[in-house]
């Protein structure tokens, strides 16, 4: 990912490195709990400015906004509360690296015309920031003494009740506008990462470079999916007019995308052909969506398969193979589920103001008759890991057989991650010169980075 910002006086860019392999979708990256964001911050600076640092930060936020009816004294109007979690902040200081920092006490600095090269590395947490103070300890900002004595307040989170979760996915839904309310329920989960160029001159304007990050909730191990307990369903015939038929469909308890195992049967009192009229599966979310006093429904329906005026004459009907006394034969219609594109679906999650269960919905008219069939107890899971994958992530190898609860169990994050040695290109022909570790020496004035960089040879 490549986004800068040219002026006359510098052009200044980030640099994001591309994800690991399975994450990527497309050219939007895509990350999960624990990933470290690495990258660069360049600046190229064609005259000489006055710079007080340069700074990268990593962000994430779970925002509502929900509208009540409520009623005071005689009169009844609408109030609106929003809430705003923070579930992920880390900061690191590019410029003045540290070993300037603790031999000068200047507050800004002059860089003269060249290339200034930063590599930089931030971690996601495992759980949000919000509710699991051991993460806000094992933040960049929090860990290390240099972003500790220099950070501000920057959360927004005192006063609230929160909930100690594994980091939720990227997640937007708005709710439907009502005859009596003037404002719409939302609900938002979003991640950046920012690069910050912050002026030494009081009139000159700080530079930020903003870039969206999407994240998603890691799944089970590939090898533990056919493991998965399987569940059975059946329309609901009591209000269709025409109980001489009904669906089954066997699921998997926890839908992992692109791995799911479905059968769809179609169960009759006889073995005549038939034509289903419409049949439609569809992926139903139900979103919880709180604020300090209100709360609120929305539902997020993403279709999935459709079909129309289908004569399954050509589908041989067989006896059924758990001899039902009623529904005594039945036809393979699983074909008609494979595939099934869940890369829009979003994973089960909770945060401290938003939650999120699916549900499975499959409609259908068979001879005129309609009917239903509600999932409710299905999970769904963010995409697969490999065996390597899943141990980076947790810190242990996985179990053989899939545990319904891992997908949203709580974990330890792994030692933080190491950033690469800082670099800085004093002029477009010189060679690149690596800062040395600090040495103990009287504190002086630095008035160039030029100069800090030259004195430490």
Known sequence: MHISKDTHEFSFTLDVDAPHRWYSVGETPIYTVNDVVTGTVTLRVKKDISVKDIQVKISGRS?????????????????TETTDHE????????FPPLNVKQVSKNSKFTLVPGEYVHHFALRFPFNGMCGDPQSVRESNMDSSRYERSSSKHHRTNDGQ????????????????????SKSVDKASITYQIKASLHRGEMLAPSTRLIRELD????????????????????????FSGNSSYRLKLISQQTIVPGYQEWQLMLQSTTNRPVTIDSLSLGLEGKVCIYSANFNTKVHHYIPLKSFHNVPISSVAFEPNPNNEPVFKYQADLSQWLDPVDLSNSVSDFTTCNISIRHALILDSIIEG???????????????PLEEDEYANIYGHRPSSTFE?????????????PQRPTTVATISSSSPIEEVPPPQPQRPEQLPSYEQAINSSH
Not at 373 to 381: C, G, K, M, P
């Open 404 to 416: 319904p609860s891992q997908s949203i169990q709580e974990g330890n994050p792994p030692i933080k």
């Open 369 to 383: 008759a309609c009917s239903q069939l509600v999932a409710r107890d299905i999970t769904v899971s963010g995409p």
């Open 161 to 180: 009740t929160h909930v100690r979760s594994m980091l939720p996915p990227s997640f937007t839904v708005t709710g439907e506008r009502t005859l009596d």
């Open 87 to 94: 579930l992920v902040y880390d900061v690191e200081t590019l």
């Open 215 to 238: 994240l998603v909730q890691p799944g089970p191990v590939l090898s533990q999916i056919p493991s998965i307990p399987l569940i059975t369903y059946y329309t609901n015939t009591i």
């Open 63 to 79: 925002k509502t906004k929900v509208s009540m009816m409520v009623k005071k004294g005689d009169k009844v109007r609408e109030e």
